[in-house]
């Protein structure tokens, strides 16, 4: 099973960007599946995630009232959508999955990554 995340390029400040993470190998079903973003120099940090089957979502406080967490069952992908992004913002974004009742921000409960995807916002 791998999770790969997409969507990631190089935005102006104010714009959006929405990023994609799919599974392959294996669907999701009761699984938490949430983004995390390392910036350079710092120690990644937990940005959004959804509880699959029940949708319950957790946002990080950087990014809440202009994002949004949200999947397409359908197509067994994971969507991160941004607005009125921030030099801030700039980091490498990944999304990662595990068998859990509700969205944590704590890394260590998660057992599967996918490889980042690089976002940057220019000012």
């Known amino acids: 099973v791998q999770l790969q995340a997409s969507g990631g390029g190089v935005v102006q400040a104010g714009g959006s960007l929405r990023l994609s993470c799919t599974s392959s190998?294996?669907?999701?079903?009761?699984?938490?599946v949430s983004w995390f973003r390392q910036a350079p120099g710092k120690e990644r940090e937990f940005v959004a995630g959804?509880?699959?089957?029940?949708?319950?979502?957790l946002y990080a406080d950087s990014v809440k009232g202009r994002s949004s967490i949200f999947r397409v069952s359908a197509r067994n992908t994971l969507f991160l959508q941004i607005h009125n992004l921030k030099p801030e913002d700039t980091a490498v974004y990944y999304c990662?999955?595990?068998?859990?009742?509700?969205?944590?921000?704590?890394?260590?409960?998660?057992?599967?990554w996918g490889q980042g995807t690089q976002v940057t916002v220019s000012s």
């Open positions: 959804i509880s699959w089957s029940n949708l319950g979502a």
């Open positions: 190998g294996c669907s999701f079903s009761d699984d938490v």
């Open positions: 990662a999955a595990a068998k859990l009742n509700a969205p944590t921000p704590a890394q260590a409960s998660y057992d599967l």
